[in-house]
Every structure is written in structure tokens, then in C-alpha cells.
């Protein structure tokens, strides 16, 4: 994760079933939708994405949470697991503009390099929502999040979402979760 001197807000979250999951990602969507979503969309110059690092261990539920974000925002289709593609791309439409979210899997990566050798880096210099699964194997090349969010499975079954905002915007978009 990056530097926690530049953490600007910290919330823990326990979600103790997939409901709770979904209802967290409901919310999520809303505050991600005044926070960052309507404002940049009627900013017609807006042309940086939104990141967020969605960190943890295999089957921590971190494509679950994907899942329920996309869907709150409006998507209406599969939303699959980019393990093997690395990326999968949607398109959601806000104030009559179009909003490309990128959903990465990074965990095959073996080397950082990988990461910039598959050319992702364009994605990040648009109005775009990125969220990251397994940012770490891209090391440093990411950059600071707006989000991370850090899955932890609990043994009672559910999980523990901590979530850091390093940016302003992320930080406004954590407060309204």
C-alpha cells in the first residue's frame, strides 16, 4: 500500500455476509456517484481516472465488491473476474456522458514491468473509474489511489473492509460511505 503518512481518512468496515457486501457496494456506488462520477462528468476538461486498489488474499471477495459497485451504478451485464484477460471494460453513461470503467486483475504478474509493458497506463489519463485487484504486482507503477480497499476474511465468515483515502476526492467519496 502507499506511504500511510499521505492517508487522509481510514474506515473499517465489517461485512459479514455477501448481502452486506452487496449493500456496502450500494453505498459505495452513491458516494461514488456525487463524489466523483456526476462532478467530472459535467466537467467536460475532467480527464483523470478515479483509482481504486481493492487488496487481499484469493477469495477475500474482491471481485464480489466489483461486482456490486458496477451493478449499483447502473450495469446491467456480466460483470466477470479479469483473471485471464487482465483488464475487462465497461461503459456507464452519467449526465449524458460516458464513464469507462476498467476493472484489472494484476495477480499473474510476476515483474512491474509487465504491468507498463501491457500498455494499462493510457487507461489512467481518462475520465475512469480503475478499480485495481493485486495493484502490489505493479509495484510502484500505479501510483497513490484515491481508495484502497484492504479485504481481510474473518474467521466467524464474512470480512473486515479497511479502506484508506489518499486523495481529497477519495477522501470526500469515503466520508459518504
Given at each position: 500500500?502507499s506511504?500511510?503518512?499521505k492517508?487522509?481518512s481510514?474506515?473499517?468496515?465489517?461485512?459479514?455476509?455477501?448481502?452486506?457486501?452487496?449493500?456496502f457496494?450500494?453505498?459505495?456506488?452513491?458516494?461514488?456517484?456525487?463524489?466523483y462520477?456526476?462532478?467530472?462528468?459535467?466537467?467536460?476538461s475532467?480527464?483523470?481516472?478515479?483509482q481504486?486498489?481493492?487488496?487481499?488474499?484469493?477469495?477475500?471477495?474482491?471481485?464480489?465488491?466489483?461486482?456490486?459497485?458496477l451493478?449499483a451504478?447502473?450495469?446491467?451485464?456480466?460483470?466477470?473476474?479479469?483473471t485471464?484477460?487482465?483488464?475487462?471494460?465497461?461503459?456507464?453513461?452519467?449526465?449524458?456522458?460516458?464513464?469507462?470503467?476498467?476493472?484489472f486483475?494484476?495477480?499473474?504478474?510476476?515483474?512491474?514491468?509487465e504491468?507498463?509493458d501491457a500498455?494499462?497506463?493510457?487507461?489512467?489519463?481518462?475520465?475512469?473509474?480503475c478499480?485495481i485487484?493485486?495493484?502490489?504486482?505493479?509495484?510502484a507503477?500505479?501510483?497513490?489511489?484515491d481508495?484502497?480497499?484492504?479485504?481481510?476474511v474473518?474467521?466467524?465468515?464474512?470480512?473486515?473492509?479497511?479502506a484508506?483515502?489518499?486523495?481529497?476526492?477519495?477522501?470526500?467519496?469515503l466520508?459518504q460511505?
Amino acid at each position: 500500500m502507499s506511504d500511510v503518512s499521505k492517508v487522509l481518512s481510514q474506515r473499517l468496515f465489517t461485512l459479514p455476509n455477501e448481502e452486506a457486501t452487496e449493500k456496502f457496494g450500494a453505498h459505495f456506488a452513491r458516494a461514488l456517484r456525487a463524489s466523483y462520477i456526476d462532478h467530472a462528468a459535467s466537467n467536460d476538461s475532467a480527464s483523470t481516472s478515479f483509482q481504486i486498489h481493492l487488496i487481499g488474499e484469493l477469495g477475500a471477495g474482491k471481485t464480489a465488491l466489483t461486482r456490486a459497485t458496477l451493478r449499483a451504478l447502473g450495469h446491467t451485464g456480466r460483470v466477470r473476474s479479469p483473471t485471464y484477460t487482465l483488464v475487462e471494460p465497461y461503459t456507464l453513461v452519467s449526465n449524458g456522458r460516458a464513464l469507462n470503467v476498467y476493472h484489472f486483475d494484476l495477480y499473474r504478474f510476476t515483474d512491474p514491468a509487465e504491468w507498463a509493458d501491457a500498455g494499462f497506463r493510457e487507461y489512467f489519463n481518462e475520465y475512469a473509474l480503475c478499480l485495481i485487484e493485486w495493484p502490489q504486482q505493479a509495484g510502484a507503477l500505479l501510483g497513490t489511489p484515491d481508495l484502497a480497499f484492504t479485504l481481510e476474511v474473518i474467521p466467524e465468515g464474512g470480512r473486515y473492509l479497511t479502506a484508506h483515502a489518499f486523495s481529497e476526492i477519495g477522501k470526500e467519496c469515503l466520508n459518504q460511505c
